[in-house]
């Protein structure tokens, strides 16, 4: 009875600490499992987000080559406008200065071209002065003379005025020059309208591009 007694001691023992065996075995699987599975998450969530820092970067590079290539794209178009609008301007002021020399082929230029030797006089202070033309305009009958009075009178300054030799290289209009050369006006007809076009531009680019095209 002894031997029996202690061999079921014995197996109970043993069976005690397989048991013990398995759960520790068991517990440490478990505890790997877990650690397996927390390690493989912390890996998904650092592969996301390299992932998502890769895909914001590419977006980000993206989005910054379609907004270079939009300026791009902005910056050609208004400068299409521009150089067109430029075009326009241009035409517009070429029928103005063709009209002009329609004009000189009318008896009423003649008297254009006396009120602007004398504005040019006066601006010029009177006194003996140069009177340059086209070699057309210093073959008309103009009333110089009666110029030279009228600036006079409006001066208080003796005037005298002398149509030059030597004609200028203008479709008409005049300069007017003191005796020493220090004094020019410029009232030829391309220097009259390049000077009205700088005034009246703005205005005349409002009202031809009043449609937002920019």
Same mark, same amino acid.
């Given at each position: 009875?002894?031997?029996?007694?202690?061999?079921?001691?014995?197996?109970?023992?043993?069976?005690?600490? %397989?048991?013990?065996?398995?759960?520790?075995? $068991?517990?440490?699987?478990?505890?790997? #499992? +877990? @650690?397996? !599975?927390?390690? &493989?998450?912390?890996?998904?969530?650092?592969?996301?987000?390299?992932?998502?820092?890769?895909?914001?970067?590419?977006?980000?590079?993206?989005?910054?080559?379609?907004?270079?290539?939009?300026?791009?794209?902005?910056?050609?178009?208004?400068?299409?406008?521009?150089?067109?609008?430029?075009?326009?301007?241009?035409?517009?002021?070429?029928?103005?200065?063709? %009209?002009?020399?329609?004009?000189?082929?009318? $008896?009423?230029?003649?008297?254009?071209? #006396? +009120? @602007?030797? !004398?504005?040019? &006089?006066?601006?010029?202070?009177?006194?003996?002065?140069?009177?340059?033309?086209?070699?057309?305009?210093?073959?008309?009958?103009?009333?110089?003379?009666?110029?030279?009075?009228?600036?006079?009178?409006?001066?208080?300054?003796?005037?005298?005025?002398?149509?030059?030799?030597?004609?200028?290289?203008?479709?008409?209009?005049?300069?007017?020059?003191?005796?020493?050369?220090?004094?020019?006006?410029?009232?030829?007809?391309?220097?009259?309208?390049?000077?009205?076009?700088?005034?009246?531009?703005?205005?005349?680019?409002?009202?031809?591009?009043?449609?937002?095209?920019?």
């Amino acid at each position: 009875m002894k031997e029996a007694t202690q061999s079921r001691l014995i197996s109970k023992i043993l069976d005690d600490a %397989r048991e013990e065996a398995r759960s520790i075995i $068991e517990d440490a699987r478990k505890s790997a #499992e +877990r @650690l397996l !599975e927390q390690r &493989s998450k912390e890996a998904e969530e650092r592969a996301r987000k390299v992932c998502q820092e890769i895909i914001q970067s590419t977006e980000d590079e993206v989005e910054n080559i379609i907004h270079r290539e939009s300026v791009d794209a902005i910056i050609k178009t208004r400068l299409i406008l521009l150089s067109e609008k430029r075009k326009i301007m241009d035409e517009v002021f070429k029928r103005a200065e063709q %009209r002009l020399r329609e004009f000189m082929e009318d $008896e009423a230029y003649l008297a254009m071209l #006396e +009120r @602007l030797i !004398e504005e040019a &006089s006066i601006a010029a202070g009177g006194g003996r002065l140069e009177v340059l033309l086209s070699k057309a305009d210093s073959r008309r009958k103009l009333h110089i003379k009666e110029v030279a009075k009228r600036v006079s009178s409006k001066l208080g300054v003796d005037t005298t005025l002398e149509i030059s030799g030597k004609p200028i290289d203008s479709y008409g209009g005049v300069i007017v020059s003191s005796a020493d050369g220090r004094t020019k006006i410029d009232n030829t007809l391309a220097s009259i309208l390049e000077r009205t076009r700088r005034r009246l531009e703005p205005e005349i680019a409002r009202i031809l591009f009043s449609d937002g095209l920019g």
